[in-house]
């Protein structure tokens, strides 16, 4: 079994042996939504000709979209009330067009429910509701392992599968809160867990495997693991400017770092410690069959909510209300590959 086989290094042991740390990733600004909304922010997430975020509070007014370039930050689905969930903190998600889903409908944490909102704002319902536990996370298989379901990370550990009707089946349970979410993509040779879902719990730090049949596999840890993303294999490869690492920068603002930030990081985990406010790289040598997990940056402030954006193969075209905007900004079809989490309080 692949899981007596496995060890990691930690970033002081690969430093040594490499001579020096990896390269510092460097975070700028990408919006601030506080002229429009209160709180901190939280949600982040990109729904194909917009991002849309959420800030630490229930009831209305939590949610504000932003352009592809940050401006324009206004409400979003102002007359959508949230609640339920710890702290106010509603994690965000978009729909990629696929398994049944709508394109680039956003999903919205709620305590143990999740509220679906259609791209423009105007319209909500309840999507899932009643699961063992408050959400964590929300990610959308774009890989296909997983029938392009809806994954769902929870306080309670349980992970779900839901699919385009709404319908949630438990997939495993690790046995504590569990955040970060991302599948691996195929043909990345990440230590025979291609095609796997992938989480983070921040209590133990660790970082387990689940299989389309539930098994799951500790492999790595990363203190006060927080947000969770693989590096796109394609990323930076349009040199469009919207691809790039997007994360909540809590409580000021939201951060962007560009996609050549990343270069020869594609395939590897970026793991962010909510608070250690480290940005790790956790990468798997298949030479000497070892995680490699090594800091290569820092937030300003407290990470929350994460994603990468990178020009793919766009399974659908991009909401019909701004398609001439976003062709207009070169941005064509944006995949997006993301992962969501939820804090504890410093």
Same mark, same amino acid.
């Given at each position: ?50 991002? %849309?975020?959420? %800030? ?38 978009? #729909? ?35 699961? *063992? ?25 349980? %992970? ?12 495993? #349970? ?15 040779? +990440? ?19 689940? #299989? ?73 040598? *298949? ?11 820092? +937030? ?15 399974? #659908? ?5 701004? $398609?001439?905007?976003?062709?207009? $900004? ?17």
């Amino acid at each position: 079994m692949i899981r007596s086989t496995i060890r990691f290094v930690t970033a002081a042991m690969l430093a040594c042996a490499i001579g020096g740390p990896l390269q510092a990733v460097t975070f700028n600004v990408f919006t601030d939504p506080h002229p429009v909304v209160g709180p901190g922010s939280i949600g982040f997430a990109y729904a194909g000709n917009k991002f %849309v975020g959420s %800030v630490q509070q229930d009831g209305t007014g939590g949610l504000y979209s932003t352009d592809l370039t940050g401006g324009n930050v206004q409400l979003f689905a102002p007359a959508v009330s949230l609640a339920g969930s710890p702290s106010g903190e509603h994690f965000v998600s978009s #729909s990629l067009g696929l398994g049944g889903f709508p394109n680039r409908d956003v999903y919205v944490a709620a305590g143990n429910s999740i509220v679906h909102i259609t791209n423009n704002g105007s319209s909500s319902n309840t999507f899932v509701s009643g699961l *063992a536990g408050d959400v964590r996370g929300i990610t959308f298989d774009s890989v296909g392992t997983f029938g392009n379901n809806m994954l769902i990370t929870t306080t309670t550990g349980n %992970v779900y599968r839901a699919n385009s009707a709404g319908v949630a089946l438990l997939l495993a #349970s690790v046995g504590e809160d569990t955040e970060g979410l991302d599948v691996a993509p195929l043909g990345n040779g +990440f230590a025979g867990f291609d095609g796997q879902l992938i989480v983070a719990s921040e209590g133990s730090g660790l970082l387990r495997a689940i #299989s389309t049949a539930g098994v799951v596999t500790p492999f790595a840890a990363v203190p006060s693991a927080e947000e969770l993303s693989f590096v796109p294999l394609n990323l930076g490869a349009s040199g469009n400017p919207v691809e790039g690492f997007y994360g909540a920068n809590y409580t000021p603002n939201v951060i962007k770092a560009d996609a050549s930030e990343f270069v020869g990081m594609q395939g590897d985990i970026i793991v962010t410690g909510e608070t250690t406010h480290l940005v790790n790289r956790v990468h798997w040598n *298949a030479g000497t069959l070892q995680f490699e997990v090594t800091q290569i940056g820092q +937030f300003p402030n407290q990470p929350e909510d994460g994603l990468f954006v990178t020009t793919d193969i766009i399974n #659908s075209p991009e909401p019909s209300s701004l $398609v001439l905007a976003a062709v207009a $900004v070169g941005i064509g079809g944006l995949t997006l590959w993301r992962r969501r989490r939820v804090p504890v309080r410093e």
